[in-house]
């Protein structure tokens, strides 16, 4: 059971350019979501799924979107990288019973120059 | 909107003792869940302990035990027998219950454990 996996663990972007963080998740769970921690402050919503097919905006999504085709993926990408989007990202996975805890994934560490 | 503050950017203790971190915060709600991360210097953000709102006794798991007064939205954790792994960031998050998928975190607490 590799619980939440996430790739890359590092990623050097110039400004403009675009990627894709992939997220997996292998405990069958319904609710995915993606997180940024910057320096000083904790975690933030960007986007979260609800299930395959269904996605939402969180507290900060703007520069980024997300799909979800199947339960276990939920990639999350940076149309136009900026400065701005330097951070660490974390993907986490919830079942949608019992007590609602998050698995996070390892992170990524992302700088756009 | 709720809030998480952690009042204490940095906090510190002897190996062996105890230390308090403290945690408030604000919401209308009355259903909610809370919950305590460690995230060490690997990155990972492990969860340490939660407790249900409606549930009046205190959490425990292990050395790790909190004090959760929902009258005063405080929600502390405490670290009992500090051990050299404690020493990571810790934070506070909330969620409420049903409906919502954002965990609201605090800014987190820095916790060196001294030998």
Not at chain 2, 21 to 39: A, G, H, I, P, R
Not at chain 2, 62 to 91: E, H, P, T, W
Not at chain 2, 99 to 104: A, C, M, P, T
Request: neutral net charge.
């Amino acid at each position: 059971n590799a619980g939440v996996t996430q790739t890359p663990k590092f990623q050097v972007l110039k400004t403009g350019q675009s990627m894709t963080l992939q997220c997996a998740q292998d405990m069958n769970h319904e609710y995915m979501s993606w997180y940024r921690q910057d320096p000083g402050m904790g975690l933030r919503l960007i986007h979260y799924s609800v299930g395959a097919g269904i996605t939402d905006q969180g507290e900060v999504p703007n520069g980024y979107n997300v799909s979800r085709s199947t339960t276990e993926d939920f990639p999350l990408r940076l149309l136009s990288a900026a400065p701005s989007q330097t951070s660490v990202y974390f993907c986490a996975s919830r079942s949608g019973t019992g007590f609602y805890e998050q698995y996070f994934g390892p992170g990524t560490r992302l700088t756009v120059t | 909107a709720q809030t998480v503050t952690q009042s204490q950017p940095e906090m510190s203790v002897q190996e062996a003792e105890t230390v308090t971190l403290s945690c408030t915060y604000d919401t209308s709600e009355s259903d909610y869940y809370l919950f305590w991360y460690k995230q060490p210097p690997s990155r990972q953000m492990i969860l340490v302990i939660r407790q249900e709102a409606y549930k009046q006794q205190n959490a425990t798991e292990n050395r790790f035990s909190v004090n959760f007064q929902k009258a005063a939205k405080s929600f502390s954790l405490k670290i009992s027998d500090s051990q050299l792994g404690d020493a990571a960031m810790y934070f506070c998050a909330y969620r409420a219950l049903g409906g919502s998928e954002k965990l609201v975190f605090g800014k987190g607490t820095k916790l060196t454990v001294n030998p």
